[in-house]
């Protein structure tokens, strides 16, 4: 993509995945035609499979792995060491948010059914209010992202998105909802700003390896969030403090974010990652 769409078409990218995401539950209701109507549903989810191959045999290979994939590339000590820091920031980053991020979505449920009284049709119902719009802060974060920069858009939804969140834990009523619907729309904001990072800070022969540790990074964030929250929502009694506590976390990445994330909008990969040139 050209150097100022990057981050725009990433914003593209994840609305396409969460069109997905709410695919999956527009055939729920299969699960209700029989004791094995579940199956079906994993059954339709096969088809995607014929996209796969589709796109596999129609999507050309990138001009820069193309040009570059036989040379054997001799790092200096300076690219080296770009590397690792680049890695340690964005490795750190992942698992920070994520220790946040997969609690805060993975006891919402519990939070609303037994500390809020809500039933089934009433989560529902939030869910479906306050997280609909998500897709508005994605638009407008892969559009700040190109014209306001990486950084502060990143900084802005991390710190808004956090913020929202974790008063959603605290507040009851009115204020619950529209704390949780501001959290997740300018969370949302800061979203294509940092998934671009991982592809553009690492040359084109570390790029897939690179971004597949710093993914599991992430995985680890999220188990290590989840089972953090548990035993302290049993200890404490309650989930808010819990979630509260494991905030400081995403508020800590933003902070690494605005001092020591290089500013890369506009810029061409050659010239983030000189090895490639």
């Known amino acids: 993509m050209p150097a100022r769409s990057r981050a ?3 914003s593209v990218l994840t609305m396409s995945a969460g069109l997905g995401s ?3 539950v527009w055939v729920l209701p299969l699960a209700d035609l029989s004791v094995r109507g579940w199956r079906a549903i994993y059954l339709l989810s096969a088809l995607g499979i014929v996209v796969i191959v589709w796109a596999w045999r129609r999507l050309p290979e990138t001009r820069r792995f193309a040009e570059h994939a ?20 964005l490795g750190t980053s992942l698992l920070l948010l ?8 993975g006891f919402h449920n519990e939070f ?14 939030f869910t479906l209010v306050t997280a609909t719009p998500i897709g508005i802060g994605v638009l407008i974060g892969g559009r700040l992202s190109e014209t306001w ?10 710190i808004s998105g956090v913020t929202g969140i974790t008063l959603s834990f605290v507040f009851a009523g009115p204020a619950m909802w529209a704390a949780r619907l501001a959290g997740n729309i300018i969370g949302a904001v800061g979203v294509p700003a940092m998934a671009v990072y991982g592809p553009e800070l690492f ?25 953090s929250v548990g035993w302290l929502s ?6 808010a403090p819990a979630i509260a506590l494991l905030g400081i976390g995403p508020l800590l990445v933003a902070l690494l974010v605005l001092t020591r994330f290089p500013e890369t909008a506009g810029a061409e990969l050659e010239e983030l990652n000189p090895e490639d040139a």
């Not at 040379?71 to 770009?82: C, F, N, Y």
């Not at 920069?149 to 991390?158: E, Q, Y």
């Not at 049993?234 to 989930?239: G, K, L």
């Open 8 to 10: 725009w078409a990433a």
């Open 22 to 24: 709410g695919m999956a």
């Open 70 to 89: 036989e040379e054997q590339i001799i790092l200096s000590d300076a690219d080296r060491e770009r590397r690792r820091i680049r890695f340690g920031l």
């Open 98 to 105: 994520a220790l946040f991020a997969a609690p805060a979505s």
């Open 112 to 125: 609303l059914r037994d500390e809020r009284g809500f039933s089934g049709v009433g989560i529902t119902v």
């Open 149 to 158: 920069g990486r950084r502060k858009t990143a900084a802005l939804g991390i």
């Open 203 to 227: 040359s084109t022969h570390d790029r897939g390896r690179a971004n597949a540790l710093i993914v599991t990074a992430g995985v680890i964030g999220s188990a290590l969030g989840l089972v």
């Open 234 to 239: 049993d200890h404490w009694d309650a989930i």
